[in-house]
């Protein structure tokens, strides 16, 4: 579906998401939008994932960069990188937050017949990041207990249902209409 023999204009729309594993109880995270505002803000309660859903336009690419990726939260850098960024704290809204961070989550590793098989399906590229801290942390915490942050490479990647996926929605944080800003406390 994603071969490189298709016409360059030619593009699909791939549904993504970032699972946050085991975020830090009460911080705000949230996508960066295209004007670098903080996008579906949200915090775990309980240390519940955290999902992030987002669109992706995936066009063929030469063969030795793979398919091209766009998207409003998908970032450049150089001509091959392309990543998200998942903000924390004060960047994702929060004003009262101890943290200003972003976690960078590239996508441009992600490969052709993962891209394809979630075309071709109509299921979700799902990232999962952040797992266990050198020193036995919690997933999703820097060494120190703090939000991890910079380039976190993938715990796991792989195409669910969307069926799959709402179940996953039900679980996963709670969204910032629901909670306080209030400051936690590190």
Not at 108 to 117: E, I, N, Q, Y
Request: with cysteine; proline share 9%; glycine share 12%.
């Amino acid at each position: 579906m994603l071969s490189t023999g298709m016409a360059r204009t030619k593009q699909t729309v791939v549904a993504f998401c970032i699972v946050v594993e085991q975020p830090v109880e009460g911080v705000v995270h949230s996508l960066q939008a295209k004007d670098g505002q903080p996008l579906d803000p949200k915090q775990s309660r309980g240390g519940q994932p955290l999902v992030f859903d987002f669109p992706v336009r995936v066009a063929p690419g030469p063969p030795s960069s793979g398919p091209k990726l766009s998207g409003d939260q998908v970032r450049r850098e150089g001509p091959d990188r392309r990543f998200v960024y998942v903000c924390i704290g004060q960047l994702a809204g929060d004003a009262a937050s101890p943290w200003s961070r972003r976690m960078k989550i590239d996508i441009h590793d992600v490969g052709s017949a993962l891209l394809d098989r979630a075309a071709r399906s109509g299921g979700i590229v799902e990232t999962r990041v952040a797992g266990t801290g050198a020193d036995g942390t919690p997933a999703g915490t820097g060494a120190d207990g703090t939000p991890a942050c910079a380039t976190l490479p993938p715990t796991g990647r792989r195409v669910v249902a969307r069926s799959r996926a709402s179940d996953r929605h039900q679980a996963g944080g709670v969204p910032r209409s629901h909670f306080s800003t209030k400051a936690s406390q590190p």
